[in-house]
């Protein structure tokens, strides 16, 4: 069965610094994407990154970086100069192939704590 | 810019009762998508919808939930006799096109209802 895990229940950063966030996937398939979701304490799902197992280049956007192992089935998110608002839980999510619109598999999440 | 929008924003209900949580996917979507999240856990896929039918449920999705796109734009689902462990957020999501293998087609998520059974 496809999993994803996150083995970092919680996180703490100092403000203005890097954090990466972990995160393994197991999957058979050759074609699959990875994401990134952060869930601020309001509750909301806001897409963060996206990365296509056949991308052969990292994904970013702006302050946020998906370090892509495929030999290793990993795809840490790398958050550069943190931010008091990045203090959210962050879900790593896979999606599956499959026929029409399918679904997306979700990891358990970490919840980041940034510090000033 | 467009987005999912979700109502209502919180629900109460004793259990036994019938909940219709109702969603609003972006305006040129054509997928659309339930998950559910019970507090302090992962997000979990309940269903996926395409062409007025579903097209992938998950084991959660038993004979006690439904789904219908009723007119052009709303998107509901329906919990037949609550249960205390139906308790959680539900979230829809909508994307324009089937999210097949790895190209690029994002999930947009709506704000979510988080429903109460008592």
């Known amino acids: 069965a496809q999993k994803i895990t996150q083995t970092q229940p919680g996180m703490f950063v100092q403000e203005k610094e890097a954090v990466t966030l972990d995160c393994t996937y197991d999957?058979?398939?050759?074609?699959?994407?990875l994401f990134w979701y952060k869930q601020p304490s309001s509750g909301e799902m806001i897409f963060l990154i996206y990365?296509?197992?056949?991308?052969?280049q990292n994904a970013t956007e702006g302050r946020y970086s998906l370090n892509f192992q495929k030999a290793r089935k990993s795809a840490n998110l790398v958050i550069s100069a943190s931010q008091l608002g990045d203090s959210a839980m962050y879900f790593c999510?896979?999606?599956?192939?499959?026929?029409?619109?399918?679904?997306?598999?979700f990891g358990a999440g970490t919840r980041l704590f940034v510090k000033a | 810019e467009p987005e999912v929008t979700q109502t209502p924003s919180h629900q109460v209900t004793q259990m036994g009762q019938e909940v219709i949580l109702r969603c609003v996917p972006i305006s040129n979507h054509l997928y659309f998508y339930w998950y559910r999240q019970i507090l302090g856990q992962k997000v979990e896929f309940l269903v996926s919808?395409?062409?007025?039918?579903?097209?992938?449920k998950s084991e959660i999705f038993d004979d006690q939930f439904s789904v219908e796109r009723p007119d052009g734009s709303n998107f509901t689902l329906k919990i037949r006799s609550t249960k205390l462990e139906d308790s959680a957020m539900y979230f829809c999501?909508?994307?324009?096109?089937?999210?097949?293998?790895?190209?690029?087609?994002?999930?947009?998520f709506g704000p979510g209802t988080r429903l109460l059974v008592l």
């Open positions: 919808f395409y062409n007025n039918e579903i097209s992938e």
């Open positions: 990365q296509g197992s056949y991308d052969e």
């Open positions: 999501a909508s994307s324009r096109k089937g999210l097949a293998g790895g190209g690029q087609e994002t999930q947009y």
């Open positions: 999510a896979m999606r599956e192939p499959g026929a029409g619109g399918f679904k997306t598999i």
């Open positions: 999957t058979s398939d050759q074609s699959y994407g």
